[in-house]
């Protein structure tokens, strides 16, 4: 069986601002009923394959956590990176993992935030793939281009591995992205890939050519995987030795070196989603080549897409516009001058400000929290506690707190104290005061919580017993 290998990685900040660095686009749902992720998990229905391990930042792992539990593939199966390194040591530190009972699986690398619309046509790769990597070659998947984009790196195929049958071909060279004259030479030529970044190999064989061409990536995350502790649902790796490990892709550390390299070809109606254009590109569009998600009104509006979170988006007389609203944050560019939307997350992080990283709605490992008034001496937010989750036993140096319930019942405790609150009733919890918050109950709490003081930053929140393993 395939041992699935999903990248949950990066921060999407070509989507902004849906996508966010602690809410990325891989955990959006931009396209179908699911989250990104959960749909790469789910496109595994169908293939032989055991549980998927998802490799993620140490700063999402709850928000994987929750999704892989809402569509049941939630399993001890979350690797934390606690930094980033790019993908050939994730990709270690998966093998690594995977062999630790002396097995030896095919793993199947994927990244989360990839659309494959033919589902069939992806298994039949899959397959292909398969009885290669058995054999002990290392296959990356070239995606058929269906034009001379210059966004992607490219796949040089060679030869035919077996000249007598319908066989990958043998890696000649990856190259970098091209410019527009040199990619249309590359879909001309015929023998050209986008290169997808999707893999499968055996995990010992990915580790003997790490082992080849990086022993100091390898050996970097052997030591910290050895050290790495067991949550329930979470392998969480040793931050300090793998800050230690080089940053480097798994197609400069082993692809481009390896002798072993095959490419199979994968016509599947794919996209990185790299863009709001790419978006728009693979969405369904109404009579006028709009793709509207929200409330929105247009007149005279033409091959647009826009995407609004709460507020009516009314669009009059334009063209190739995409507008996205969110809580805290209007974005309007030109369709083909979406790769400098990055521009705005750097001007952001260069500002400090609090867009490029969250949302207004802010995910917890118990639930959610909408800042919905921020200012520097109160703040108003509308929380949501899931059945049966709870905050950790915590108190505050600088700041009081007022909770009104909206629906459901919560169970207060306050230093020694502890008592229920249903609909309309409220508590005040004093500067100092150890306290926590339950849902006892089997429907989510609603709450408005008012705070006040002179200090309300998260780096207040002192956390006495925090069932989640935070500090």
Known sequence: ???????????????????????????????????????????????????????????HRFLVAEQLRQIDKLSHNIILEPVGRNTAPAIALAALSAIENGDDPI??????????????????????????????????FGIVPTGPETGYGYIHRGEQVNPESDSPFKVNRFVEKPNRETAEEYISSGEYYWNSGMFMFRAKKYLSELEKFRPDILDACKSAILNAKDGDDFINVDK????ACPDESIDYAVMEKTSDAVVVSLDADWSDVGSWSALWEVSNKNECGNVLTGDTFTHNTNNCYIN?????VAAIGVDNLVIINTKDAVLVVNKDQVQDVKKVVEHLKAQNRSEYKRHREIYRPWGRC?????????????ITVKPGAAF??????????????LSGTGKVTIQDK???????????IPIGSQHRLENPGKIPLELLEIQSGSYLGDDDIIRIIDQYGRC
């Open 240 to 243: 300090e030795l793998f800050v």
């Open 1 to 59: 069986m395939l041992l699935p290998v999903i990248m949950a990685g990066g921060t999407g900040s070509r989507l902004w601002p849906m996508s966010r660095e602690l809410y990325p686009k891989q955990f959006l749902r931009l396209y179908g009923q699911r989250s990104m992720l959960q749909e790469t998990v789910v496109r595994l229905d169908g293939v032989n394959a055991r549980e998927p391990v998802v490799i993620c930042n140490e700063e």
């Open 392 to 405: 950790s036993m915590q108190m505050h140096h600088h700041r009081t707190e007022h909770w009104v319930m």
């Open 107 to 140: 793993l199947l690398v994927l990244a989360a935030d990839h659309i494959i619309n033919n589902k069939a046509a992806f298994h039949e790769a899959v397959q292909a793939a398969f009885e290669y990597a058995k054999k002990g070659s290392l296959v990356t």
């Open 308 to 312: 609004t979170d709460e507020k009516l």
């Open 370 to 382: 909408d800042v919905v008034v921020q200012s520097e001496r109160f703040n108003v937010n509308r």
């Open 418 to 428: 502890s008592f229920l609150l249903t609909e309309n009733q409220s508590t005040f």
